[in-house]
């Protein structure tokens, strides 16, 4: 005889799951290290004001690195949908800069990529400077990568921008190329970003960065810009035009 399961009476076990998943999945994480796991889709839905995100988790994260095995912290976040996730990997150099220090750290806001940062397309310099970046971070005392994946294309998504390669494949540069298929130049939004930095204490920071359109956005949400560093990689015939139309029509410092 088949056992009949009530699924309308939560257990204890998964109400406890729900009040702190920090602890039965991260339990060897101290939380004087790193914010706790927190859902907040019950607060925020009695008080739309009262969190800044939907949901956030925190953990370790070892990467190789150039042969090297680096220690970073990733955060990850989630606003309004879940189309809006993001997630800002830290790097604190050789213990020299705790929690509570008021360094200021080198940021990179970088726009996720499919095609250039997981598969190395020659069409953008998106992997180049991603790995730029990561170096550059690594090498610093304080350095932050927020990755914005509902950045890709520029904010028009991945299909589009396939749909505005083909367009570029016919002689069209990568503004125009937008403009045809019907789509906007740049869509990106930098509230997001900037609500991740202020959450890890941030507001003032150096940015890895070649568009000032960037420096401009993240102004206007609060994030003070001490520094710009420019993030200059190499052209090769696959890029040329497009690096030429961001420095041309686009203003990016080149």
Not at 36 to 50: C, E, F, G
Request: charged share 25%.
């Amino acid at each position: 005889m088949t056992e009949s399961l009530d699924l309308s009476a939560p257990t204890e076990d998964c109400h406890k799951l729900k009040q702190d998943p920090f602890d039965n999945y991260f339990p060897d994480i101290p939380s004087a290290g790193f914010p706790r796991l927190k859902t907040l889709r019950s607060t925020a839905a009695k008080d739309p004001a009262a969190e800044m995100f939907l949901e956030m988790a925190s953990t370790h994260l070892p990467i190789e690195f150039k042969g090297r095995e680096i220690e970073l912290e990733a955060h990850a976040f989630e606003d309004e949908t879940i189309s809006y996730q993001a997630m800002a990997l830290v790097h604190r150099g050789h213990g020299k800069v705790d929690h509570t220090s008021t360094a200021i750290p080198l940021v990179r806001v970088h726009s996720g990529c499919v095609t250039g940062d997981i598969f190395h397309s020659l069409r953008c310099d998106c992997y180049a400077q991603l790995q730029l970046s990561l170096e550059q971070i690594i090498n610093s005392d304080l350095g932050i990568i927020v990755y914005l994946p509902h950045h890709e294309g520029r904010g028009i998504g991945l299909v589009k921008k396939i749909k505005a390669y083909a367009a570029q494949n016919r002689g069209l540069d990568t503004v125009d190329a937008n403009l045809a298929i019907g789509a906007p130049i740049d869509a990106r939004d930098y509230e997001l970003p900037a609500k991740i930095l202020k959450h890890l204490g941030y507001q003032s920071i150096r940015l890895m960065s070649n568009n000032p359109a960037k420096l401009s956005a993240l102004a206007q949400h609060g994030i003070k810009i001490v520094e710009q560093v420019k993030t200059m990689t190499d052209p090769s015939q696959h890029n040329e035009r497009y690096l030429a139309t961001k420095r041309d029509r686009m203003d990016h410092m080149l």
